[in-house]
């Protein structure tokens, strides 16, 4: 498949979120000016950060809780990556919202509670997932 470097990631294809809230793949780059597609990202199988990106972006955008919930479940995008995905990426403000978005959407877990939790784990250790905050 051909790749088009964006931003060092080697773009394999497009996610676009569509105005009605579809998150959708394209193998080439959509019209960021139709009137129909709200926001591009690139994506990129080879970086696992890319994916969680798409995922909690296009929450704060307007995307389809189902198809965020779809997709993560496809990718493997649960409580313990997102772990990792926390540890590995800067927390600017849109993916905080984000985080707190598929924590409470898509995992279906009180944000504070999971935080509280997550807070309760000793610097330089691994949290104890048997008492992870669970979902409704």
Do not use: F, L, T, V
């Given at each position: 498949m051909a790749t088009e470097t964006v931003a060092d990631c080697e773009t394999e294809g497009?996610?676009?979120l569509h105005e009605n809230g579809d998150l959708i793949w394209k193998r080439f780059r959509p019209e960021q000016d139709s009137g129909f597609v709200k926001r591009i990202?690139?994506?990129d199988t080879t970086q696992r950060g890319n994916g969680w990106i798409i995922l909690i972006e296009s929450l704060v955008a307007?995307?389809?809780v189902s198809r965020v919930a779809e997709l993560a479940q496809k990718w493997?995008?649960?409580a313990h990556d997102l772990i990792n995905f926390m540890v590995r990426h800067e927390a600017i403000a849109e993916h905080q919202k984000g985080v707190r978005m598929f924590l409470?959407?898509?995992l279906r877990v009180d944000p504070d509670k999971w935080f509280d939790w997550l807070g309760a784990t000793p610097n330089g250790e691994q949290p104890d997932f048997s008492t992870m905050p669970t979902g409704a």
């Open positions: 497009w996610y676009y990202w690139p994506c307007g995307a389809s493997g995008c649960d409470e959407h898509i």
